[in-house]
């Protein structure tokens, strides 16, 4: 029933500067968790970083140092900043939404936006 919509990917060179974001379609039930998972050909998906409700983050050890996550709950919006990208960053990025309608954990799924690092 939710929509997510993330959008910011694009090609950039190494060392460079991406900003994704994605916002969640209203709903009256909680909002657990927002974040980040990436998948890039050949590999398996992986976390890239989250933030609960209350503003815990955490963060795969590939990016720590280098991406910071951040939402605003007011607009069910989580934001990914990506500095001193890699060319190992490249993937499609996929939000991720964790929500509890009644007392039942759901998660949802954006489209996934391409990230290209690329000389």
């Known amino acids: 029933q939710v929509q997510l919509v993330d959008a910011g990917g694009g090609l950039v060179q190494p060392g460079g500067s991406l900003r994704l974001s994605c916002t969640a379609s209203k709903t009256i039930f909680t909002i657990d968790a927002m974040g980040w998972y990436r998948q890039a050909p050949g590999k398996q998906r992986e976390l890239v970083a989250i933030?609960?409700?209350?503003?815990?983050?955490n963060y795969a050890d590939s990016v720590k140092g280098r991406f910071t996550i951040s939402r605003d709950n007011a607009k069910n919006t989580v934001y990914l900043q990506m500095n001193s990208l890699k060319p190992e960053d490249t993937a499609v990025y996929y939000c991720?939404?964790?929500?509890?309608?009644?007392?039942?954990?759901?998660?949802?799924w954006g489209q996934g936006t391409q990230v290209t690092v690329s000389s």
């Open positions: 933030i609960t409700a209350g503003g815990t983050t």
């Open positions: 991720n939404a964790k929500i509890t309608e009644l007392v039942y954990l759901t998660d949802y």
